[in-house]
C-alpha cells in the first residue's frame, strides 16, 4: 500500500451525521404540520395544498425522510445509508428548480415559505457534499451480504432501462389514478 492510500472504513463522518441531524427537526416540522391538519395549509404550509390527501402524502413523504435521517445518524456502517444520499440529493434539487418555476405560487409572507427556500437552496448542495466526502470512507468489503449496491455496479445506461420499464409499468395505473382525481364525482 501507498504512503498516501489508506483502508476505508465504511464509516459514517461525523459531518454526515452533523447534517442528518439538523434536517429531520425540519422533516418532522412538515410532517405535522401536513398530516394532522391538511387543510390548513394556506396558513401553516409553504403554499397552499388543494387536496388535503395530497398534504398528508407530502407529510408522509417528509417522516419518510426523518426516518431515513436518523437512521443516518445512528448508523455505524457506511454502505448501509449511503444509498439514500443520491435520491434525497436529486429530490431536494429538484424541489430547488421547482421553486424558481412556480415561485409565484408560494406564500411569500408564510415563514414556513423561508424556510423551504433556505432548505432547498442548500439542502441539495450540503447532501452531495457530505455523500462525495463519505464515498470515501465505502468498502464494499465490509457489507455481510458481499453485494455492492446498484449504483457501483450498474451503468448508467442500464440505471436508465430500469428507470424506463419502472416508468412504462406504471403509466396506465398512474393514468387511471390522475384521471378518476380529476373527474367530480
Keep these: 500500500m501507498l504512503k498516501h492510500e489508506r483502508m476505508a472504513s465504511d464509516r459514517v463522518l461525523p459531518a454526515t451525521r452533523a447534517l442528518a441531524a439538523v434536517i429531520v427537526p425540519f422533516l418532522v416540522l412538515a410532517f405535522m404540520v401536513l398530516v394532522p391538519r391538511p387543510t390548513d395549509t394556506k396558513r401553516l404550509f409553504a403554499w397552499q395544498i388543494a387536496s388535503s390527501m395530497s398534504a398528508m402524502v407530502l407529510g408522509s413523504v417528509y417522516l419518510g425522510g426523518a426516518y431515513f435521517f436518523v437512521r443516518v445518524v445512528r448508523a455505524s456502517q457506511w454502505h448501509t445509508v ?61 457489507d455481510a451480504s458481499g453485494r455492492t449496491t446498484t449504483a457501483r455496479r450498474s451503468s448508467p445506461t442500464a440505471l436508465r432501462s ?24
Design 162 to 185: 430500469r428507470s424506463f420499464s419502472c416508468r412504462s409499468w406504471s403509466s396506465p395505473a398512474w393514468a387511471g389514478w390522475s384521471a378518476s382525481v380529476r373527474q367530480p364525482s
Design 82 to 142: 449511503a444509498g439514500g444520499f443520491v435520491p434525497v440529493g436529486t429530490f431536494a434539487s429538484l424541489m430547488g428548480v421547482t421553486t424558481i418555476l412556480h415561485w409565484h405560487r408560494f406564500l411569500h409572507g408564510n415563514v414556513a415559505f423561508w424556510l423551504w427556500v433556505g432548505l432547498y437552496f442548500t439542502t441539495p448542495l450540503l447532501v452531495f457534499m457530505v455523500f462525495w466526502r463519505n464515498q470515501r470512507e465505502y468498502d464494499s468489503r465490509s
